[in-house]
């Protein structure tokens, strides 16, 4: 969900976006104007989220001092901003102040609005670069230690399930199927999965290391 406020003679413009599945979604809302940036995330509570989308829209003029009133909020006021930073094919925007502290931009396609909105607001001098390794490595070694984890207990549940197995109780149907699947997989087979899909990962990680996605980087002074 995107809302736009930035037409001419607007004072900013606000970006709001949903980012995860499930209970893990999280809530985002983004203000740019020439007196800052303000962010609102990980806001969990949807309609919360859609009221203060809601109020925000409704009164342009007061919703950068609004959203800073919230318990989530960060502001960045422009003296304050050193630099920002987009890689559009690592999803990937940052922030950083004078003291070259970083702040994160949450995951998302509107955060290629909510950089056009800064350089439109606030300007800078934007130069292209190359992405360093860590940026590039950062999602990957996410990726690989959650199929670690979640590999290793499927490979584990394979080892435990028996051919004679019969459930009893609640869901015995399920448990079952579950347990057909996994001797019928069985842990070496299983091992083989989880082991290809963490070559797949990695064999991604090596490309864009190799290729070094572009980093679009907007500086400002501190005159």
Not at 79 to 105: P, W
Request: hydrophobic content about 45%; aromatic content about 8%.
């Amino acid at each position: 969900m995107a809302n736009v406020t930035g037409k001419v003679g607007a004072p900013g413009t606000l970006v709001s976006w949903e980012e995860g599945i499930g209970d893990d979604k999280k809530y985002h809302i983004a203000h740019v104007s020439p007196e800052g940036i303000t962010l609102v995330r990980k806001l969990k509570d949807y309609k919360r989220w859609v009221e203060v989308v809601a109020t925000a829209n409704s009164s342009p003029n007061a919703a950068a001092a609004m959203l800073q009133q919230l318990p989530k909020a960060v502001h960045l006021a422009p003296g304050e901003i050193s630099k920002a930073t987009y890689a559009k094919d690592l999803n990937q925007l940052a922030l950083f102040d004078r003291n070259h502290k970083r702040t994160k931009v949450p995951e998302g396609k509107e955060q290629a609005e909510v950089f056009a909105a800064i350089e439109r607001h606030l300007g800078g001098t934007r130069r292209e670069e190359e992405a360093d390794a860590w940026s590039v490595m950062q999602s990957p070694l996410f990726i690989l230690a959650v199929i670690g984890v979640i590999g290793g207990f499927f490979i584990y549940f394979t080892t435990i399930c028996e051919p004679g197995y019969e459930a009893s109780g609640r869901r015995s149907g399920m448990k079952d199927l579950l347990n057909w699947l996994g001797y019928t997989i069985g842990p070496v087979w299983m091992s083989v999965a989880v082991g290809s899909l963490a070559a797949l990962v990695l064999g991604m990680m090596a490309y864009q290391l190799i290729k070094r996605p572009i980093l679009q980087v907007l500086e400002y002074s501190s005159d």
